[in-house]
């Protein structure tokens, strides 16, 4: 199993970026701890950040050959990309939303996500945390989407 693990704008400032609303991780730590927990798990993980929607819209389309899951923290881009947002559906993967803080407890124009109804869950507001949840998530619906066999019960 192969996943893609996919970190919008300005993440690559974690660690200096408002500690105080997404913590003192960095991007490089927690890209680590999910590489360890992919290796715990026996999946091997891409992780991939940039500031820029038409290079994160171009890496989910490349993923639709090369992955068998998304894992994404869109960042900004959760609140206003219809482009991001189409590309995750175009492409049907299984994704995972993930956000360091609770986008639900904060300025009113992050409650909204254009991710979620494409994604097949979000996890929100548990800080570095809420990407190896994320992950957890996802390679088990990755895991039932492989096993699945078509007329459930039959
Ligand atoms: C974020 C929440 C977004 O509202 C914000 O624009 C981000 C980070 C989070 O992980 O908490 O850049 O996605």
Redesign the pocket.
Known sequence: MNLLVLH????NLLGV?EPG??GCATLESINSSLHDLARELGCTLSTFQSNHEGVLVDAIQSAAGSADGILI???????TSVAIRDALSAISLPTVE??????HR?EEF?RHSYIAPVAAGQI??FGAD?YLLGLRALFTLVIKRLSEEPGCGT
């Open positions: 919008g704008p300005n993440l970026r609303i997404y923290n869109p960042a900004a881009y959760t609140h993930v956000h360091l803080s609770n986008i904060r992050r929100s507001g809420s």
